[in-house]
């Protein structure tokens, strides 16, 4: 519940703080007090967007800061999610510096303002006027319903399984449409991969097949050029073979004569064992030199067929032929594959519709149980304050759709007249009535949720007398399960409170300031005697007032 709250620098207001209580808080003051901008300050620490506008003093920064105790509240879960400090007395912190920039803070962590709007619907229920309006959102009417039934953990596991099946569905989407993809080149694509596999291709067979053509294009050249060279190498007379014989014959007669002839010898020695093994090898290719004019066309059609394929697929060597043979086979391999794929997706999904229907079926008998009590609650409660002839028509209606809540359709009609037909509530029923039925659903909710603070502002408007006292009992009894906080104009709900405060403005040097304050037991009757006759406290207004507090 909300401890305290501390305002720098808002609006009307230069700096104030007030600490609240448990049970029934009032606030009461005159129009144009600044009841809207305590309001404000509120909503802006709880995650409202913010601008400069807020500022009273431009030149300093605009502090809110809201003191929580949430012991008692089960939110641990949710700090440990959006990576928070727990602590059981939670402080939330909004700062807007002069140059508009907005921060905010959780325990001293700086946080997003998503995460500042995800914790405020676990802490505080800020009940504007406008927010009648929610009566007639379809969302908000299972909220209540399924308040009623218990279905808060069901429904998180519901949730939990229809995130899983669009996930599933969102993966089937996509194979189904690589599948479709690739069908639509699959019979090309495997032509492409037949035509490269029955190439037979080799990584480094394009350079070697261009070795031995040029080899086969030169042969005569060749055959004259090795036949001068063996001829050099092995005349009898001339040849280098014939010469290195000498020159190791010689050196061999005086090798023994000095380590520097002996060392000459080897390797005149070395020299003559590889030259022999060179001319040796030039013998042979001599002797294997031979024009075949098949291998030749052999060899042309090969690389012929080799580049016919790199022109095709616009690359320039085999590696890359043998790269596009491998990504044309995982094309064919998925839509090959694809079927199996699918269909296993498709099993996942069926599990968990089914999973999900199970859930669903019994989130919709909990909301049929639920719903006599809840149209029974709702007009005994409407009943009291003044609406005897209302009456609710709910029914919830099974569809094949899962909804982000079920697979509930639901109906919602109300009539405020004895024998009068029902309608949506936001068609037949007034301003007034609104309020009133607002009023009662947020007891039920108080009664069936664990939601530690609520915050009516004007609920009471457009009712009097003894109504207004019927409203101000159902506050009262709200304030045993959460803090209740209720903005009103009413003498009869201001008497109701457990604690009183007082939102008023002052001039100070030309300057006006909102201010906020607890009221003592005198200062309390007084007010209440103000909001009974005005201005102008007569005698039977503070008498009134008392009896009212009593």
Do not use: W
């Not at 709007?117 to 379809?138: A, E, G, M, P, Y």
């Not at 490269?196 to 291709?201: C, F, K, Y």
């Not at 309020?435 to 664990?450: C, G, H, Q």
């Not at 159902?474 to 903005?487: A, F, K, L, R």
Request: some cysteine; charged content about 25%; aromatic content about 6%.
């Amino acid at each position: 519940m909300l401890t305290n709250l501390f305002v720098s620098n808002y609006a009307l207001i230069d700096e104030l703080s007030i600490d609240f209580s448990s049970g029934l808080s009032i606030i009461t003051g005159e129009t144009g007090a600044g009841k809207s901008i305590l309001l404000g300050a509120l909503g802006l620490v709880l995650g409202n967007r913010a601008d400069l506008s807020t500022l009273k003093d431009t030149s300093k920064k605009c502090v809110v800061e809201a003191k929580l105790a949430i012991a008692n509240y089960n939110l641990r879960d949710f700090f440990e999610e959006v990576d928070l400090d727990y602590d059981d007395n939670t402080i939330i912190r909004r700062e807007i510096s002069p140059s508009g920039k907005s921060r905010a803070f959780v325990n001293d962590t700086p946080v997003t303002l998503t995460v500042l709007n995800d914790l405020r619907l676990n802490l505080i229920d800020v009940h504007s006027q406008h927010q009648t309006l929610k009566l007639s959102d379809t969302n908000f009417q299972f909220s209540v319903i399924d308040a009623l039934a218990k279905n808060a953990s069901k429904i998180e596991s519901y949730k939990r399984g229809l995130k899983t099946l669009q996930a599933l569905e969102k993966e089937l989407d996509v194979l189904t449409e690589k599948q479709r993809e690739a069908n639509q080149q699959y019979d090309y694509n495997l032509h492409l991969f037949n035509e490269l596999s029955e190439a037979n291709l080799e990584v480094d067979e394009q350079e070697e097949l261009e070795e031995k053509l040029e080899k086969l294009n030169n042969i005569e050249d060749i055959k004259l050029n090795l036949s001068e060279v063996v001829e050099v190498s092995i005349n009898d007379e001339v040849g280098v073979q014939n010469l290195l014989n000498t020159l190791e014959h010689r050196l061999s007669k005086i090798a023994t004569f000095s380590k520097a002839y002996e060392e000459l010898y080897s390797r005149i020695n070395s020299l003559k064992i590889e030259f022999d093994d060179i001319v040796t090898e030039l013998e042979s290719e001599f002797e294997n030199l031979e024009y075949d004019p098949n291998e030749l066309e052999v060899l042309n059609n090969r690389l012929q067929l080799l580049y016919n394929l790199q022109k095709k697929h616009y690359v320039n060597s085999n590696v890359e032929l043998l790269t596009i043979l491998e990504e044309l086979s995982q094309k064919i391999e998925v839509v090959e594959n694809s079927e199996q794929e699918i269909t296993a997706k498709e099993n996942e999904i069926k599990v968990v519709k089914e999973s999900l229907n199970a859930l669903a079926l019994k989130i919709s008998k909990s909301r049929q149980l639920a719903i006599p009590q809840l149209q029974l609650q709702l007009e005994n409660l409407l009943s009291d304050l003044g609406m005897q002839n209302s009456k609710f028509s709910i029914a919830t209606t099974l569809t094949d759709n899962f909804y982000s809540n079920g697979k509930d359709k639901l109906s919602f009609l109300f009539s405020a007249n004895k024998g009068g037909s029902y309608g949506e509530l936001k068609k037949v029923a007034s301003g007034g009535e609104l309020s009133r039925i607002m009023l009662a659903v947020k007891k039920i909710l108080a009664e069936n949720t664990n939601l530690p603070t609520i915050i009516f502002d004007e609920i009471d408007i457009g009712v009097s007398g003894e109504i207004s006292n019927k409203m101000a009992s159902i506050m009262h009894q709200m304030s045993n399960y959460m803090q209740v906080i209720t903005i009103t104009h009413l003498p009869q709900i201001a008497a109701k409170g457990h604690s009183h405060y007082k939102v008023y403005k002052q001039d100070i040097e030309g300057v006006t300031s909102t201010n906020l304050k607890q009221l003592t037991a005198e200062e309390r009757i007084v007010e209440i005697a103000e909001m009974l006759s005005g201005k102008d406290i007569s005698e039977t207004a503070l008498t009134h007032a008392k009896q009212l507090l009593n």
